[in-house]
Nanobody, 112 residues
Framework: QVQLAESGGGLVQPGGSLRLSCAASGSIFSTDVMGWYRQAPGKERELVAG???????NYGDSVKGRFIISRDNAKNTVYLQMNSLKPEDTAVYYC??????WGKGTLVTVSS
């Protein structure tokens, strides 16, 4: 049984920063890809960022240059550092493990 525990969401003003964390537990391999997607109200789920254990990363076009994904393979944890946040970043952020397992989501609200 794989479980993903997300944390770090909340309310932040435009231009601010937040750091999300997602810890995986259970039957996992350190080589599994981990990453983040998000879903805003009325919109489809979209890629935010992904990372392999080897350090390869990819980002959605809307967050490139502002968000940074990293992971601690020893802790089976992936992080998302979100900088220069915009109101359009408001969404529920979901962590995934090899696209097969998903967290429950953490809400990020960017508003003044």
């Amino acid at each position: 049984q794989v479980q993903l525990a997300e944390s770090g969401g909340g309310l932040v003003q435009p231009g601010g920063s937040l750091r999300l964390s997602c810890a995986a537990s259970g039957s996992i391999f350190s080589t599994d890809v981990m990453g983040w997607y998000r879903q805003a109200p009325g919109k489809e789920r979209e890629l935010v960022a992904g990372a392999t254990s080897g350090g390869t990363t990819n980002y959605g076009d809307s967050v490139k240059g502002r968000f940074i994904i990293s992971r601690d393979n020893a802790k089976n944890t992936v992080y998302l550092q979100m900088n220069s946040l915009k109101p359009e970043d408001t969404a529920v952020y979901y962590c995934h493990l090899r696209f097969a397992y998903w967290g429950k989501g953490t809400l990020v609200t960017v508003s003044s």
